[in-house]
């Protein structure tokens, strides 16, 4: 079964998580960030990523409805990323258990517009410690393309280190250079 496993103490309704931090919100992704999530998950920004860059509102739709059954069933949290005073959409931050249980995987995206302003960082340090006093895994690992530097700036932050190197591919086909991080 590929279900993040929850410690007892835990709300194991992923659906009802909200996170916050003094400039960010992190909310359970639904239909209302649908328009906002076509408009910002641009080619540039799948660049370095598996997935592809949706085309219309409906694969966007899709995506949503996935990943809140997928949030019910307890197999992964999908946070949008929101900012804490206008609650403007920045992007998406994830962990899910893809492989196993015992080692969920972190993924995080911020708009383009949203650069340089270490709200990646944030949102994934943020999950990780929530996941650290809600979850129950041996590690967390964060895959990540070599040349997407600036991804690569959060695992390394967290304490991460390299454990392998594995090719990875786009849902297109293009191929990308992989690196695991494992983070304690």
């Not at 992923?14 to 999530?37: D, G, H």
């Not at 997935?51 to 307890?74: H, R």
């Not at 006093?133 to 959060?154: G, T």
């Not at 932050?157 to 297109?172: D, M, R």
């Amino acid at each position: 079964m590929n279900l993040l496993r929850v410690k007892d103490h835990v709300l194991e309704d992923f659906m009802a998580l909200e996170l916050v931090t003094p400039r960010l919100r992190l909310v359970p992704v639904s239909a209302v960030f649908a328009t906002a999530i076509l408009r910002e998950f641009s080619p540039e920004i799948t660049q370095y990523m598996t997935p592809d860059t949706p085309q219309k509102l409906s694969d966007v739709s899709s995506f949503v409805e996935d990943s809140v059954a997928d949030m019910q069933a307890g197999k992964e949290i999908m946070l949008a990323i929101t900012d804490v005073r206008t609650h403007d959409f920045i992007g998406i931050c994830c962990c899910a258990a893809k492989d196993a249980p015992h080692t969920p995987e972190l993924g995080v995206w911020v708009k383009k517009s949203a650069h340089g302003k270490k709200f990646g960082l944030e949102s994934v340090t943020t999950l990780v410690s929530w996941a650290k006093e809600n979850l129950n895994y041996d590690f967390l690992i964060y895959p990540v393309d070599r040349a997407n530097i600036a991804s690569r700036k959060i695992p390394e932050a967290l304490g991460g280190e390299i454990v392998a190197e594995k090719p990875l591919e786009t849902q297109s086909g293009i191929p990308l250079d992989g690196l695991i991080y494992k983070i304690h």
